[in-house]
Nanobody, 124 residues
């Protein structure tokens, strides 16, 4: 199983940028598809972005497409989410997740490993 730790959250103004990082431990990181999810207060956890095990395939929620970029470095066991043009509605706790298998998924139940989450707050 992969252990995950997120970092990089914080406070940003609307239109600003933040970069989230996810550090993974475990020998199976390079064989795991990864994803970012977020959960706002009172709402269900939702898919944000996914990346295949090789990094060759990515997928984004419509709400972040064109603003967020997901990427990974298997040599360093890290994954990141670059968030640009932030909006107040992006405010949430962001989680990185890993799943066995080569391809990303938008379903949280498909992921077996989760980080503890990092808060992102965007002010208007």
């Amino acid at each position: 199983q992969v252990q995950l730790v997120e970092s990089g959250g914080g406070l940003a103004q609307a239109g600003g940028s933040l970069r989230l990082s996810c550090a993974a431990s475990g020998r199976t990181f390079s064989n795991a598809a990864m994803g970012w999810f977020r959960q706002a207060p009172g709402k269900e956890r939702e898919f944000v972005a996914g990346i295949s095990w090789s990094g060759g395939s990515t997928f984004y929620a419509d709400s972040v497409k064109g603003r967020f970029t997901i990427y990974r470095d298997n040599a360093k066991n890290t994954m990141a989410l670059q968030m640009n043009s932030l909006k107040p509605e992006d405010t949430a706790v962001y989680y990185c997740a890993a799943r066995r298998g080569t391809m990303w998924s938008t379903d949280p139940s498909a992921f077996g490993s989760w980080g503890q989450g990092t808060q992102v707050t965007v002010s208007s």
